[in-house]
């Protein structure tokens, strides 16, 4: 069974970091594109970043160019996201998911919650 | 960058057919996939690569894309279908993936 399970959310001020994690099981993790998508309360879905099964290729929404960071380690079956200069607007639940092709998302976690807030 | 348009909301009857669409320019061009999100829940694919259904995704929903229109049909809808539906594409131009505004599908 495919599971994704998030972690690292919670309250943080604005211009603060926080680093989220997700660990994966269930599939062969090095083969997978992986992403994080979040979703602000009450709102739609809004992709963030992509990397490559290799970490080689990554790409990230304009809104947080510059300021988060897509990583992996294969070896731990574990994606990453480093997010610096938090701002209110980054408020969301942030879910990890996997992508056999880049086109498409076919697993998802459940997701975790970071607040920006003073 | 690319923009999908989806209807707010849709309503109808159980036991009728829901369609939800997803208006882009020239749409039919790219792969369409669906997600169903249900109040609390991460979002499950329900529809890939325009009309192809993941394993345990009941063959009542079903996809379709052309010209600047893709849709989301749900055959003989069922309470259980009550969620939030998004469109998704791959903007190769962009290396961006993008997502509808969301429609939430309510069964009277």
């Known amino acids: 069974e495919v599971q994704l399970v998030e972690s690292g959310g919670g309250l943080v001020q604005p211009g603060g970091s926080l680093r989220l994690s997700c660990a994966a099981s269930?599939?062969?993790?090095?083969?997978?594109?992986m992403s994080w998508v979040r979703q602000a309360p009450g709102k739609g879905l809004e992709w963030v970043a992509n990397?490559?099964?290799?970490?080689?290729?990554?790409y990230y929404v304009d809104s947080v160019k510059g300021r988060f960071t897509i990583s992996r380690d294969n070896a731990k079956n574990s994606l990453y996201l480093q997010m610096n200069s938090l701002r209110a607007e980054d408020t969301a639940v942030y879910y990890c998911?996997?992508?056999?092709?880049?086109?498409?998302?076919?697993?998802w976690g459940q997701g975790t919650l970071v607040t920006v807030s003073s | 960058s690319y923009v999908l348009t989806q209807p707010p909301s849709v309503s109808v009857a159980p036991g009728k057919t829901a369609r939800i669409t997803c208006g882009g320019n020239?749409?039919?061009?790219?792969?369409v996939h669906w997600y169903q999100q249900k109040p609390g829940q991460a979002p499950v694919l329900v529809i890939y690569?325009?009309?192809d259904r993941p394993s345990g995704i009941p063959e009542r929903f079903s996809g379709s894309n052309s010209g600047n229109t893709a849709t989301l049909t749900i055959s003989r809808v069922e309470a259980g279908d009550e969620a939030d539906y998004y469109c998704?594409?791959?903007?190769?131009?962009?290396?961006?993936?993008?997502f509808g505004g969301g429609t939430k599908l309510t069964v009277l």
């Open positions: 998704q594409v791959w903007d190769s131009s962009s290396d961006h993936q993008v």
């Open positions: 269930g599939f062969t993790f090095s083969s997978y594109w």
């Open positions: 990397i490559k099964q290799d970490g080689s290729e990554k």
């Open positions: 690569y325009d009309s």
């Open positions: 020239n749409i039919g061009s790219k792969s």
């Open positions: 998911a996997s992508a056999a092709a880049l086109t498409h998302f076919d697993y």
